[in-house]
């Protein structure tokens, strides 16, 4: 399997150095993962790999709905007349793709894996004969997955991380950062990290011994990270706790903002 890499120039505090487009196959024909954000200068990147690697892209995957993965996806499908496949098909003409699905180009064949949590639409892709995966925003490397609710949901998400971990990948490809080359590992660390974290929170709140919102235990929890980044930490915490409620372990208070209580 030939696996070549095109940044998006889009770094942020969100992005880390931006988003990795995907071109994956053999003997000319590739599968793209994730164009991107609608950026000119990326889509003029994109096909400048294509043409260096001799080849054409037979269809667009999308990994979820995220603007910095899929706005470029249906310039993209509709210049190289590729079909776009997504578990979302979203308003951009994209066809159904579901848990079990495979797509194969070039004697490559990537099965879709349903990987909810940081997105409710967010797929995985995994080869089988090579053992790398593609995981978008799922597992990344040098950053975190931010878990933000709604849509974001942290119990969706630990049991999805089980199960790329089932599947024991033996490379990473992320949508963000370099590619991991020790991916059991790398899985095994993300959830001790969620674990961790979530009894933190739990003992935080347990702690102020009545009704708390989210952001009231962040300056403790996340000491090191500068105020501009404590609101993005408050949604975390706050999928930490819906997760506790959902176990049974806490006690949504509703309001504007939720507050809760941990038993």
Not at 84 to 97: F, H, Q
Not at 117 to 129: N, Q, R, T, Y
């Amino acid at each position: 399997m030939s696996v070549s890499v095109v940044l998006a120039p889009n770094p942020s505090m969100m992005t880390g150095p931006g988003t990795n487009t995907y071109l994956v196959g053999g003997d000319g024909d590739l599968l793209c993962i994730d164009p991107g954000p609608d950026d000119p200068r990326h889509l003029t990147a994109i096909e400048d790999r294509v043409r260096t690697l001799h080849g054409r892209i037979t269809a667009v995957l999308l990994t979820h709905s995220h603007p910095d993965h899929r706005p470029l996806a249906r310039e993209l499908s509709a210049r190289t007349g590729a079909p776009l496949r997504a578990l979302d098909p979203g308003d951009d003409g994209a066809e159904p793709l579901r848990d079990g699905d495979t797509v194969s180009a070039g004697g490559v064949k990537l099965r879709a894996v349903h990987t909810p949590g940081h997105a409710s639409d967010h797929l995985c892709f995994f080869d089988e004969a090579s053992s790398e995966l593609f995981t978008g925003d799922h597992v990344l490397s040098g950053m975190t997955t931010v878990i933000n609710p709604p849509d974001g949901d942290m119990s969706a998400y630990m049991e999805s991380l089980r199960r790329v971990l089932a599947l024991r990948p033996a490379v990473i490809h992320p949508g963000h950062g370099r590619v991991i080359e020790d991916g059991v590992a790398v899985i095994e660390q993300y959830i001790a990290h969620r674990l961790e974290r979530e009894a933190q929170v739990a003992e935080a709140v347990r702690r102020r011994g009545e009704a708390t919102a989210p952001i009231e235990v962040v300056p403790e929890i996340y000491a090191a990270y500068p105020d501009a980044l404590h609101a993005l930490a408050a949604r975390s915490v706050e999928a930490h706790l819906e997760k506790l409620v959902g176990d049974g372990r806490a006690v949504r208070v509703d309001g504007d903002p939720p507050r809760y209580v941990v038993r």
